[in-house]
Each structure stands twice: as C-alpha cells, then as structure tokens.
C-alpha cells in the first residue's frame, strides 16, 4: 500500500503516542531520579518513535517513506549537535587558559550576592541583544556566571534561571536572532513590526523576572558549610592560573563574530581554538601536566595538553574538592550523552509529524479556538507543545505557523500576532523541555538538570502565561487593516502587519 492510499489517523491514534511518553518518561523518573536523562529517557523516546511509525503503517504509511523521513527530521538536529560538540571544547580550552577562571575572579570581585541573580539577568540580557544568541551568552558568559555563583556560595540552579531569562529575552528582542527572523517569516509579518509587537509581552516579562530575582537575592544567605568548602576561591585560582584581562580575547573574539554575523558554530569552534593557543602561551605548565605524558617532548606535550582539553576537557586538580569539581568540565565528550537525547528526540518529533499525528491533534486544538483569545492561547499551547512532541524550537515555529496561519488570514487578524504568539509559546518554553535541543544543550552547558532551573526561569514562565492574558484581554491584537470581522470573535484594534514576500 502506497502513502497516497494512507487513511487519516484519529484523535485516539494521534494521542496514543503522547500519552505512551508521559508515562514511560514519569516511569524513568521514578526509576532512576536524576540518572532519568541518561539514557532512560532516550529509550523512551526511541519507543514512542516506535509506536508512532506501527500507526503510520497500520494506517497505510510505507515504512521506507517513513524512515527517509526519520533521516530527514534527524537531520535537522545536525548544526545544534556540532554547535554543542564546539561549546564543549570551548569550555574545556576556557578552563585550560584560564579565561573562565579569570571571568569567575573579575566577577567576585563585582558581583555582591545580594545583587548577583538580576546582575547575571540584565548582562546576559545586553549580550544577547547585541549577538542575537543564547546559546553563545549561555556557553560563554552563563559558564562562568555559574562559577560566580558557587564562589559567592549562591544557588547554580537559579543563576542558570537568571543567565536563561537574560538571553532569553535578549536573543528575541536582536534582529541578529536566527528564531527572530524565523517566526515573522513563517507568519508572514515584517521582521522589526515582529519585533515592536514582542515588546508588549517581553518587557514586562523580563521586569516582572528581575523583581523575582532581585527578592530572592536580597532574601538569600549562603548555605553553612559552603564558604568552607570554597575556600579562598580567587587566592586558589590565582596560585593555579596566571590571570589578566588579556585572557578574555577569546570570549571578545567569539562576541564579535557573532555580531558581524559570523554563523554560530565556526565562531564558537573558533573560539576553542583561540582558547587553546591562549592556553599553550599562558598556561603551558598546566596545558603539560593536563597531557600527563612524560615521554613526549615538551612541544608534543602541549599538543597533546590543548588537544585533550578540545575532546575530554579540564580535569582540575588544585587540592580543593570543590574547586577541583567547578573546574572539571568541558569537551566534546561531555556533549555526547546530550547528543543522544537530541537525536532520540527529533526522530520521535519527525515520526508525529511524518505520520500526520501532530497534525491531527491541533485540528482538534483548533476547532475549539472560537474567539481571538482562545485562537491566541492555542497557538502558544501549539508551540510549546510542540516544543515537548517535536523537541526543537525551530520545528515548533515553523510547524506551528503553518498550521495557524490560514486562520489568522481568515479572521483578518495582522501576521504579527501570529509571529509574536509562535515567539512566546515556541521559542521562550524550548530551553524549558529536558529532551528539546535547547533544554538540552542549556542543561549540559550550564551543568544544571533542566527541571532543577525550570522554577527559577521566571521570565520564560511569565512570558507565555502574560501574552495569554493579553491576548483575551485584546490588548494589542492588531488587525489587518479594511479586514472582516469573523462573526464570534471580539473587535480589536487596526495596524501594520503587512506581509514580505
């Protein structure tokens, strides 16, 4: 039977996949705890990919059809996989030079705790805007912002909230964002009336998100035992490394490149690179000992130093336990359990969308969307469900926006409602989702579980929960101007939304 002959899946069909997920996923968690996502979770999503495809043929699907789509969808994943394979060199390559180690001194010294957490928020803020990246905030400045925390004896798990809410918000509010430009594009809204129209919903979310941050840090204390355990963090950083401002050349360099729009994985694998030749210059003694080759020359040994840092990262051995354990991170494989999860969860996304399942379910979505609220709220529930079902952010907005947009179009609603709400529901709940490439990549970055900084990503829950009360409320809901009124759906105002080609 040919894929042309296919019967259209069920509600009950395009539901059985989900909901095999949510329990093989609560099982995993109940099973091994935090162990989940190493490896429990991707046979859950291999499984799931299973069930879905079993529907697919049972529906008339032909399984190689099926399986160059499994190809296709997976493909999609390979750009994020080498950006996160080069962050995790940078990282290693950033000990070893001692750029990170120099970055964590420079911000004890500025940094107090009681206003540590919307420090890290607005800074990481300002760079994204001015990149348009944050996966690049979050591997460059988030790493050692998550140092600065545990020097400051401070929470990793709201730090890494404060660093995400930050480039968050700053990489949608950056024309220089690859998602900022996605959204209008599959709305069919212009890039910067896109981007005025997200500062309704991102603004206050980001201001709601520093009065949360800025209460728990002037209502936190460190916890007993942590100063001891850290130690004199600057003095056993200095006596291992040779620090100076000229060490954060490599973290200038990978900032430029980014705003002049260098493509985001040969700057970032750029940046290792830089940071390892700062590494043999620097740190020699140390990039020999990382080698711990005695026989090789003095030459190789470096080589070999800078060469291991790239692939299995800084393995620190200062004396200090805990010291040794904020230092011995990074390389490329770190990266590979992270990858496995990404590769398990776009095949099981590409097998929902291959099999017409996904689809299915936001029919049903749509058909209860009476109002423009309702039509609002769905479309960011769309997307960041689909953040969970189809673990990509790009997949959601583009998926997402294709599915909705003939709606919008039909309720003479201005395409920039749609390129916000995809915004709002795809793109700021994706870091949100352990198994999404983001969720992923930010968890292996940061060295933070995804549902440990989850509660404390204040501006990525208040976002999509604002621009759904906004969007019932009418507030900005602009319409094309001259539009019909579909009957049923209130009145809202007239504006720009017009569309590129």
Same mark, same amino acid.
């Given at each position: 039977?040919?894929?042309?002959?296919?019967?259209?899946?069920?509600? %009950?069909?395009?539901?059985?996949?989900?909901?095999?997920?949510?329990?093989?996923?609560?099982?995993?968690?109940?099973?091994?705890?935090?162990?989940?996502?190493?490896?429990?979770?991707?046979?859950?999503? +291999?499984?799931?990919?299973?069930?879905?495809?079993?529907?697919?043929?049972?529906?008339?699907?032909?399984?190689?059809?099926?399986?160059? =789509?499994?190809?296709?969808?997976?493909?999609?994943?390979?750009?994020?996989?080498?950006?996160?394979?080069?962050?995790?060199?940078?990282?290693?390559?950033?000990?070893?030079?001692?750029?990170?180690?120099?970055?964590?001194?420079?911000?004890?010294?500025? %940094?107090?705790?009681?206003? $540590? *957490?919307?420090? #890290?928020?607005?800074?990481?803020?300002?760079?994204?805007?001015?990149?348009?990246?944050?996966?690049?905030?979050?591997?460059?400045?988030?790493?050692?912002?998550?140092? =600065?925390?545990?020097?400051?004896?401070?929470?990793?798990?709201?730090?890494?909230?404060?660093?995400?809410?930050?480039?968050?918000?700053?990489?949608?509010?950056?024309?220089?964002? &690859?998602?900022?430009?996605?959204?209008? #594009?599959?709305?069919?809204? !212009?890039?910067?009336?896109?981007?005025?129209?997200?500062?309704?919903?991102?603004?206050?979310?980001?201001?709601?998100?520093?009065?949360?941050?800025?209460?728990?840090?002037?209502?936190?204390?460190?916890?007993?035992?942590?100063? !001891?355990?850290?130690?004199?963090?600057?003095?056993?950083?200095?006596?291992?490394? &040779?620090?100076?401002?000229?060490?954060?050349?490599?973290?200038?360099?990978? $900032?430029? %490149?980014? /705003?002049?729009?260098?493509?985001?994985?040969?700057?970032?694998? /750029?940046?290792?690179?830089?940071?390892?030749?700062?590494?043999?210059?620097?740190?020699? &003694?140390?990039?020999?000992?990382?080698?711990?080759?005695?026989?090789?020359?003095?030459?190789?040994?470096?080589?070999?130093?800078?060469?291991?840092?790239?692939?299995?990262?800084?393995?620190?051995?200062?004396?200090?336990?805990?010291?040794?354990?904020?230092?011995?991170?990074?390389? +490329? /494989?770190?990266? %590979?359990?992270?990858?496995?999860?990404?590769?398990?969860?776009?095949?099981?996304?590409? +097998?929902? !969308?291959?099999?017409?399942?996904? !689809?299915?379910?936001?029919?049903?979505?749509?058909?209860?969307?009476?109002?423009?609220?309702?039509?609002?709220?769905?479309?960011?529930?769309?997307?960041?469900?689909?953040? =969970?079902?189809?673990?990509?952010? *790009?997949?959601?907005?583009?998926?997402?926006?294709?599915?909705?947009?003939?709606?919008?179009?039909?309720?003479?609603?201005?395409?920039?409602?749609?390129?916000?709400?995809?915004?709002?529901?795809?793109?700021?709940?994706?870091?949100?989702?352990?198994?999404?490439?983001?969720?992923?990549?930010?968890?292996?970055?940061?060295?933070?579980?995804?549902?440990?900084?989850?509660?404390?990503?204040? $501006?990525?829950?208040?976002?999509?929960?604002?621009?759904? =009360?906004?969007?019932?409320?009418?507030?900005?809901?602009?319409?094309?101007?001259?539009?019909?009124?579909?009957?049923?759906?209130?009145?809202?105002?007239?504006?720009?939304?017009?569309?590129?080609?």
């Amino acid at each position: 039977m040919t894929a042309r002959e296919a019967r259209e899946p069920s509600l %009950l069909q395009a539901l059985t996949p989900l909901a095999f997920l949510v329990v093989l996923l609560a099982l995993a968690v109940y099973l091994f705890g935090e162990d989940a996502s190493y490896g429990p979770n991707q046979v859950s999503l +291999m499984l799931c990919a299973g069930v879905a495809a079993i529907i697919g043929v049972r529906n008339g699907l032909d399984w190689g059809d099926l399986q160059r =789509v499994l190809v296709d969808g997976i493909s999609l994943a390979v750009v994020p996989i080498f950006i996160l394979l080069a962050v995790g060199g940078l990282i290693g390559t950033w000990i070893l030079s001692g750029t990170v180690p120099t970055l964590i001194v420079y911000g004890l010294e500025l %940094l107090h705790p009681s206003y $540590f *957490y919307p420090a #890290a928020c607005l800074i990481c803020a300002i760079v994204a805007m001015s990149i348009g990246s944050s996966w690049t905030v979050a591997g460059t400045l988030g790493v050692a912002l998550i140092g =600065v925390a545990q020097g400051l004896e401070m929470s990793p798990a709201i730090t890494a909230g404060a660093v995400i809410s930050g480039a968050y918000f700053g990489d949608k509010i950056s024309p220089l964002s &690859d998602t900022t430009n996605i959204a209008p #594009a599959a709305a069919g809204s !212009e890039l910067f009336a896109h981007i005025r129209h997200m500062t309704w919903t991102t603004v206050p979310s980001l201001l709601i998100a520093l009065v949360l941050f800025t209460a728990i840090g002037l209502g936190s204390g460190a916890p007993p035992g942590e100063a !001891e355990a850290f130690g004199d963090l600057p003095a056993v950083l200095g006596e291992h490394f &040779d620090l100076g401002w000229h060490l954060l050349i490599p973290m200038v360099v990978v $900032f430029v %490149l980014a /705003v002049i729009g260098f493509p985001a994985y040969p700057s970032i694998l /750029v940046g290792a690179l830089l940071g390892a030749v700062f590494a043999v210059v620097f740190q020699p &003694d140390i990039v020999v000992a990382l080698a711990d080759q005695p026989a090789l020359s003095r030459p190789m040994a470096l080589l070999a130093g800078s060469w291991s840092a790239l692939s299995d990262g800084y393995r620190a051995s200062t004396g200090n336990p805990a010291v040794d354990d904020l230092l011995t991170r990074g390389g +490329m /494989v770190s990266m %590979l359990n992270t990858v496995w999860l990404i590769v398990c969860a776009m095949g099981f996304g590409a +097998m929902m !969308e291959a099999t017409g399942l996904l !689809e299915r379910m936001i029919r049903s979505v749509l058909k209860a969307a009476k109002s423009t609220g309702s039509l609002i709220a769905a479309t960011i529930g769309t997307a960041a469900a689909s953040n =969970v079902v189809a673990a990509d952010q *790009y997949m959601s907005i583009v998926l997402t926006g294709r599915l909705y947009k003939p709606e919008y179009e039909r309720r003479g609603l201005a395409p920039v409602n749609l390129s916000r709400a995809l915004e709002d529901g795809g793109t700021i709940t994706s870091p949100l989702v352990p198994w999404n490439t983001c969720g992923a990549y930010m968890a292996a970055t940061l060295g933070v579980a995804t549902f440990d900084y989850l509660p404390f990503a204040f $501006f990525n829950l208040v976002n999509p929960l604002l621009a759904v =009360v906004l969007g019932y409320a009418g507030f900005k809901v602009l319409r094309e101007p001259g539009a019909r009124v579909v009957p049923g759906t209130p009145p809202a105002e007239a504006g720009p939304g017009h569309r590129t080609g």
